[in-house]
């Protein structure tokens, strides 16, 4: 079964980095578009980044500059790099992503900051 598995969730302090993966897993074919979403306690999910299928990106204007959303063909991956993380980026982060036509979403992973 297709599944997308995240990683890369933990606790960093306000100005740290973390890195989050989605690996498209049960399938030969890649992820076309895919996005990040993170939900807060008490907030709505709000989309964070997303990438095309042609690798066009796009950012949430809160996190411009500080995150990039980019892929790894060969390992059918989808990444979320995040630098100069702050407090308000703390969130369950989950991912999206088309393979073929289908919709996929990934587990989740726990974001946290301190300040």
């Known amino acids: 079964q297709v599944q997308l598995v995240e990683s890369g969730g933990g606790l960093v302090q306000a100005g740290g980095s973390l890195t989050l993966s989605c690996a498209a897993s049960?399938?030969?074919?890649?992820?076309?578009?895919a996005d990040w979403y993170r939900q807060a306690p008490g907030k709505q999910r709000e989309l964070v980044a997303d990438?095309?299928?042609?690798?066009?990106?796009n950012y949430a204007d809160s996190v411009k500059g500080r995150f990039t959303i980019f892929r790894d063909n060969a390992k059918n991956t989808v990444y979320l790099q995040m630098n100069n993380l702050k407090p308000e980026d703390t969130a369950v982060y989950y991912c999206?992503?088309?393979?073929?036509?289908?919709?996929?979403w990934g587990q989740g992973t726990q974001v946290t900051v301190s300040s």
């Open positions: 999206h992503g088309r393979v073929l036509t289908v919709d996929y």
């Open positions: 049960g399938t030969i074919f890649k992820i076309n578009a």
């Open positions: 990438i095309t299928a042609y690798d066009y990106t």
